[in-house]
């Protein structure tokens, strides 16, 4: 009988609501890059606080495109779990999803990928689902990068507001290389997980056992410096594509403090 069936979950608006958390990093994105914009203040400090919250900001829309995506592909309970809120502190592993990530900025400038969302992948309704949720995210660095890069495609001057477009063009590369990264198809990685679906069951069982070593394998991979040269090489060319401008790009490289190891 209708009566007798389970009702399905119905989510509240408090869990599609942004969190504090989020709200604050785009309040100090949009600080820091008004300090930039009029110089005021320390330049190298004023870039460091718009990349690194910019950037923090990225990884909340990355895994928010993860959720709300499964959210409509059939696993409603990522809002009971958090994930809709843009709160970084729901995800299932903050540190892998954000520290280590934002460690590898500070030490060279590459995006790396984290993974804190988890979906249910037997409540996604097909397997085109299941693989447009692990696009989802690395989509979201994309189109972050397109809109941060549209102004020196269109050819803004950048020598007005020298440090602001310098703070932008190196927030635009780190996204670039977080998309690059993301669509790496290696197990446990945006990448893998988008083709996993369509695997044969034994190639599907041998993806998921080296799915937890995946970060592991991409950041081994990072520090061998031919590979490490060729994918430099890789996202120049794409950052020349979409019309980056390579003054301004050198100018924030110069102006975002480094970890020296």
Excluded at 36 to 48: I, K
Excluded at 162 to 173: D, G, Q, R
Excluded at 227 to 249: Q, R
Aim: aromatic fraction near 14%; hydrophobic fraction near 55%; glycine fraction near 8%.
């Amino acid at each position: 009988m209708l009566g007798s069936q389970r009702r399905p979950y119905e989510a509240s608006r408090a869990q599609f609501r942004p969190s504090p958390i989020f709200l604050g990093l785009v309040a100090l994105m949009a600080v820091s890059g008004w300090l930039a914009w009029t110089d005021l203040g320390n330049a190298r400090l004023n870039v460091f606080l718009f990349v690194v919250a910019g950037w923090l900001v990225s990884l909340c829309l990355h895994e928010y495109a993860h959720a709300i995506t499964a959210f409509h592909g059939g696993d409603q309970m990522v809002a009971h779990r958090g994930y809709l809120t843009l709160n970084p502190l729901k995800y299932t592993h903050p540190f892998l999803s954000f520290v280590i990530p934002l460690v590898f900025v500070l030490l060279g400038g590459i995006g790396l990928p984290g993974g804190a969302v988890w979906v249910d992948r037997h409540s996604i309704r097909s397997r085109r689902w299941d693989s447009l949720i692990s696009f989802a995210g690395p989509a979201t660095n994309l189109l972050f990068t397109i809109v941060l890069v549209l102004p020196f495609a269109v050819g803004v001057d950048t020598a007005a507001h020298e440090t602001f477009w310098a703070a932008v063009a190196f927030l635009a590369f780190l996204q670039l290389t977080a998309a690059v990264l993301n669509f790496v198809p290696i197990p446990g990685v945006d990448g893998g997980n988008l083709i996993e679906p369509w695997l044969n069951p034994q190639w599907r069982r041998a993806f998921q056992q080296i799915a937890p070593y995946g970060m592991l394998i991409l950041i081994v991979l990072l520090w061998t410096p031919r590979i490490n040269a060729l994918f430099f090489k890789f996202v120049f060319f794409l950052a020349d594509l979409l019309g980056m401008h390579f003054g301004a790009l050198q100018n924030g490289f110069y102006l975002f403090p480094h970890l020296n190891i």
